[in-house]
């Protein structure tokens, strides 16, 4: 038996969908687990979806669940890829469907201590982000943040793909700790938010708090003192491989500890 790994399947079924946007084809799903009365999480994390292909194959794909825990239910955000098998499964799934997954994994969480937090996502992305933040501002009166300040910066290429919007915005409004920051890199001509990738916007949130970088740059940040400074920041960074790796790259030249930077690609 060396080297297989017994995995327990669950059953989810869809009982939502909802469409995020037209244009890239991106679906908000929301799904129960009827066998469970509780399907335990931690936000962040992923689940795995089987399902066999038109050749008898078993296929395996990673979702983030795009919602905090709550009760037997998880929320995912699918993008379809062209001439991809299992996103466009999930995208033609109707509500009552049932699919296999097995979950969650991973370890894309909030890591103890809850530190000031950067949280940077392009596409959906922004799925454990959301996580994240419900987790953290469960609901207007009520606040798991311990009076931290979270940053969420959020890229995509146009203003009708800002996944969640309201949502986001509703919570920024009602917590003044955590602060949305969507930015455009193909925004129309009345767009009076940010422009360009995320990566100008998280260093210009560095360097309105100087005080979490290491005072002398990336080369004095071995002394403790300036790994105290560094270290008043966490960065959780999720998307596709080259904005996670931009996003690294840039944390690390000022001078992050790469033990802060946690990251989740999706490619
Ligand atoms: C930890 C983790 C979490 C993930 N969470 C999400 C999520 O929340 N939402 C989501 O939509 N996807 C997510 N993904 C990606 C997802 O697992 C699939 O890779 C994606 O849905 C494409 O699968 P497919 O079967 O449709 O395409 P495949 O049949 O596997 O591939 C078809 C083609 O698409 C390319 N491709 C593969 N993945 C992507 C991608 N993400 N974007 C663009 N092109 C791609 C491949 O290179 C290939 O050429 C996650 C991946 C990981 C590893």
């Known amino acids: 038996m060396r080297g297989t790994v017994e995995r327990k399947t669950y059953t989810a079924r869809l009982s939502s969908k909802l469409l995020l946007s037209e244009r ?14 509780t399907f335990s999480f931690d936000a962040g994390q992923f689940v795995s979806m089987v399902a066999v292909d038109s050749r008898g194959k078993h296929q395996t794909r990673a979702y983030s669940i795009a919602s905090a825990p709550k009760g037997n239910r998880f929320d995912i955000c699918v993008n379809r ?19 296999e997954f097995h979950g969650p994994h991973g370890l894309f969480v909030l890591r103890p201590p809850l530190l000031d937090t950067v949280l940077i996502a392009t596409g959906t992305g922004i799925a454990p982000m959301r996580g994240f933040v419900q987790h953290l501002f469960p609901s207007a009166d009520q606040d798991r943040s311990e009076g931290r300040r979270f940053w969420l ?11 969640y919007r309201r949502y986001f915005e509703k919570t920024a ?8 920051l969507p930015t455009l890199s193909r925004p129309h001509e009345g767009w009076e938010g940010l ?6 916007h998280v260093k210009e949130i560095l360097q309105q708090h100087p005080v ?42 000022l ?3 790469r033990k802060y930077i946690h990251f989740e690609r999706y490619d």
């Open 153 to 163: 910066i959020y890229g995509t290429r146009y203003e009708s793909e800002i996944y």
């Open 173 to 180: 409004a009602e917590h003044p700790n955590f602060h949305y």
């Open 255 to 257: 001078g992050w500890d």
């Open 195 to 200: 422009r360009g990738y995320v990566q100008s």
């Open 212 to 253: 979490m970088l290491p005072e002398h740059g990336p080369e004095s940040a071995g002394s403790v003192a300036d790994c105290q400074k560094t270290h008043q920041l966490r960065a959780y960074i999720c998307g596709l491989n080259d904005m996670v790796s931009a996003n690294r790259e840039q944390l690390k030249e």
């Open 24 to 37: 890239v084809q991106c679906y908000h799903l929301e799904f129960e687990v009827p066998e469970l009365e």
């Open 81 to 99: 890829v062209e001439g991809g098998f299992f996103s466009n499964l999930l995208c033609d799934l109707e509500p009552g469907a049932t699919l």
